[in-house]
């Protein structure tokens, strides 16, 4: 039901958050989440267009977190990769149903906002919380080499 | 978030219950839900084989829905033409996660539970109730050519 570059666009955002504002190689953010590099590039791009990563080529260059993961939803990452679609208007285009959705439509609206619910409900901070082994990332990811 | 085929099918069975047993040509069905004739083809066919229509060829032939509307949720044509997926493993293959999820994907799961709850609740009997000006249907797709 989630598209892969959501999956993979979160597992980014939670490596970055549990950084601390340090910044990430290319290199380090692709061995602590499995997300193949030119996936990685791509992901990377969307984040930075849609404000929440800040990424800076050079030596001491990396991609960093620039909001709050105790502010910062799942849904607010989802919005940014592959927004869910609400259903505001019947899909037949039947216009004599004028702006109420139809029961089907209604109905499968009314799931597609249980989904917006419980994305917004959780923080990337509470992702975090608990448990390292319990994270949702490789371990020693910072171990891996730096250079890109 | 739903694909363009749990839609149309779900259109085809609302279609196939208000018809009260009577077969239905595919032109009728195509008149009354809008689903391209091809696509349609494909989606009873799917339907068929899950057991939820029946069709027979010929004269007086036609497609006719073999389950109780009463019974009949919108979650078992959904598990029949594109099926929601749990999240039942880690799909980072961390296998010290063992049997439970982080909580990313803890999370995620509980959305896609939601999902099915909501469609789980729901019968197509329900949504056939009430005024006719509300179906998700075309008005008067009987009256449509019923030659094939």
């Known amino acids: 039901m989630f598209s892969q570059t959501t999956e993979y666009a979160l597992r980014v955002i939670v490596y970055l958050a549990s950084r601390d504002g340090e910044p990430s190689t290319n290199k380090q953010i692709a061995a602590a989440t499995l997300v193949?590099?030119?996936?990685?590039?791509?992901?990377?791009q969307t984040l930075s267009r849609g404000g929440l990563v800040r990424s800076q080529r050079g030596l001491h260059g990396g991609s960093i977190l620039v909001r709050d993961p105790v502010k910062?939803?799942?849904?607010?990452v989802v919005k940014v990769v592959?927004?869910?679609?609400?259903?505001?208007?019947?899909p037949l285009a039947l216009n004599w149903h004028g702006a109420q959705l139809c029961p089907l439509h209604h109905r499968l609206d009314q799931a597609i906002g249980e989904v917006e619910k419980t994305?917004?409900?959780?923080?990337?901070?509470?992702?975090?919380?608990?448990?390292?082994?319990r994270r949702p990332l490789c371990p020693n990811p910072s171990t891996a080499k730096t250079t890109r």
């Not at 590099?37 to 791509?42: F, I, Q």
């Not at 592959?82 to 019947?90: A, F, K, N, Q």
């Open 119 to 133: 994305l917004r409900s959780a923080t990337i901070a509470t992702l975090l919380a608990g448990r390292n082994d």
């Open 72 to 76: 910062l939803s799942l849904y607010d």
């Open 36 to 44: 193949p590099s030119g996936y990685l590039a791509k992901i990377l």
């Open 82 to 90: 592959d927004p869910l679609r609400r259903i505001e208007t019947c």
